[in-house]
Each structure stands twice: as structure tokens, then as C-alpha cells.
């Protein structure tokens, strides 16, 4: 009797967890069909909204990229620093961008120096900074040539390689001089590079757009309203790549401005005591030379300017003096003599 009822009570346990089991795989698939629904609703949703983004026409687009362009602007800059940090430092270039030269450790410098030399003989430190040029693998830039009364001097605007910038320097140094001043600086173009590189990113991303809505415009006013947006932008894309192009330019060939000066005999005169007996005598006969020079050039130039009018006065005086003399002359024949 007794194991009768433990059999019963078994019995029912096992009733009951079936139950269990049924109402929890009921609820599971009820839970699985809402899940089912939730992710129709989603997907049907997501191509309502491709729907309407597909249904929009190319005359409404570029409204919309004339109100993001300018984030987009900023965020493609975000874009370019990342990268242009990654350039600088590592010295690789992203595709289709031309980067200048990699100089101390990295950074986009551009090398300008000053110089003032004073030489002995003026013509042979022209020929010296010629070859040195040549040899640099430069070029002269600009010349400028002065000679007054105490000096003569010439103003050299020189471009060298950056590479060689240093070993220039220290070649020209080697000229014969009797006196050298000589200053550098470096201006860091590195952040400035890569924001332009960011911008001409972003400037050719709207370019790109607009091409394709002109291939797809439809009417006459669109297409003239993207033609002239479009020339906006291109000429934007232009100034960005002309500055891009000259910062490069001067980070691969570095600036010096050389002036070399020869002192005249008038110049050592005003030396003083830094002068011997015998440069001030030397002086002051050259000053004297000079002199009479000046005086001999001034009376030759007066002769110059005269001398159009003297040659007229001998025309017209020659016929006046000679119809003078013979008429004088022909008087006195004719006077009677006075007893």
C-alpha cells in the first residue's frame, strides 16, 4: 500500500514537469514569431527608407552637399592631419599626392639665408659664386649689380637644393673675404601642408559629385547652375594645388640672398687708421684721378650737349661774317680820298 502511493506521487511529479516543458516551449516560439516580426518590420522599414533616398532627383542632391559640404570639409581635414601626422613622421606618401622632401626628422622646412661678404677683388668672388652655384646643382634666381664712388657690390638671390643647403654654406665661406656676416632661419610648413592636402581632398569629393549630376541632369537651368558651381570649385581646387606646388618648391630648394661688396680707394680713405701709409697715399691719388676724371667726363658731356648748337651757329655765322667782311671792304674802296 504504502509503495502504491510513492509510485502515485512519482506519477504526478512527472505530469507536472511535462506541463512545465509544454507552457515553456509554447511561450519560446511564441517569443521566436515576435522576433520574426520585429526584424520584418525592420527590414521593411530599412527599404522604405532606401525607397526614398533612391527617389530622390540629382536637382535636390546638391542642396544637400552645398549644407554638408563644409563638415565634410572639416571632417576629411580631421582625415588628413591623421594621415599627414603618419607622412611626416614616417616619410611615406599617400597614393597620388606629391609630398616634399623628408628634412629634420620629419617635418616640411624651408631653409633661407642672409649673407654679407667683403671681398678684395669683386670680380673674382662673381666667378667663384657662379661655379659654386653651377657645382650646387642650383640656380640664380636674381642679380643686381652697384658701383658708386666708395664701393662696388652685387646682390645674388640664390636657389640651392635643400639637400646641399649646409654644404653650400660652409663652400661659400671658403670665398677669400676680408670680412662675413651671415644669418639663417627655417619656417615649419608642415601643418600647413597638411590641412591643404585635406582640403583639396574634400574640394575633389564635391567635384566628383557634381560630375555625376551633370550626367544626370535633365534640364537645361541644372545643368547651367552645376556648370558654374563646378567652376567654383575648380578653381578652388587650382589655388589650393598652385599653393601646395610653391610651399613644395621651397622646401626642395632652399633661398639664400648674397651680397658681395669690394671697398674703392674712396673707401679705405674713410677707413682712417685702419689704413697704412702707404693705402692712404694709394688713396688719395685714386681720389684725385677720380677727380679729374669727373671734371674731364662733365666737360666732355657739356661738349656733347653744345655741340649741335655750335655747328649750326658755324653754318649760319660762316655766310654772315664772309657777305660782312666783303660788303666793309667794298665801302672802303669806294670812300673818296680826302685831300
Known sequence: MQ?????????WIAVALLALAALTAGCSGSGGSSAD????????????????????TPAEAP????????????????????????VLAGG??????????????????????????????????????????????????QFSEQAGGSEKSGLFTIKVPAADFGGFMDRLEEIPN?????????????????DLEARLKAKELVESRYLKYMEQASRSE???RYTNELAAIQEEIERLKGRMRYLQQNVDFSTIELRVYERSGLGLASQGGDATLAEKMSAALKSSLNALVVVAEGVMIVVAGALPVIVVAILVGTPIYWFVRRRKAKNEKNRPLIP
Open 37 to 56: 516580426r520585429a526584424s520584418s518590420g525592420t527590414a521593411e522599414m530599412a527599404s522604405s527608407e532606401s525607397a526614398n533616398v533612391a527617389m530622390e
Open 222 to 224: 541644372d545643368l547651367i
Open 92 to 141: 611615406a606618401a599617400p597614393s597620388g599626392t606629391a609630398v616634399a622632401p623628408v628634412a629634420a626628422q620629419g617635418r616640411m622646412l624651408i631653409y633661407k639665408a642672409n649673407v654679407t661678404m667683403e671681398v678684395e677683388s669683386y670680380a673674382d668672388t662673381y666667378t667663384a659664386v657662379q661655379n659654386l652655384i653651377h657645382l650646387s646643382g642650383g640656380y640664380l634666381l
Open 3 to 11: 509503495r502504491k502511493r510513492k509510485w502515485e506521487g512519482k506519477k
Open 178 to 194: 676680408a670680412g662675413l656676416n651671415r644669418s639663417m632661419n627655417a619656417q615649419d610648413v608642415s601643418e600647413e601642408f597638411v
Open 63 to 86: 542642396m544637400a552637399d552645398m549644407m554638408y559640404s563644409k563638415a565634410e570639409e572639416g571632417a576629411a581635414a580631421g582625415e588628413g592631419a591623421s594621415s599627414g601626422d603618419a
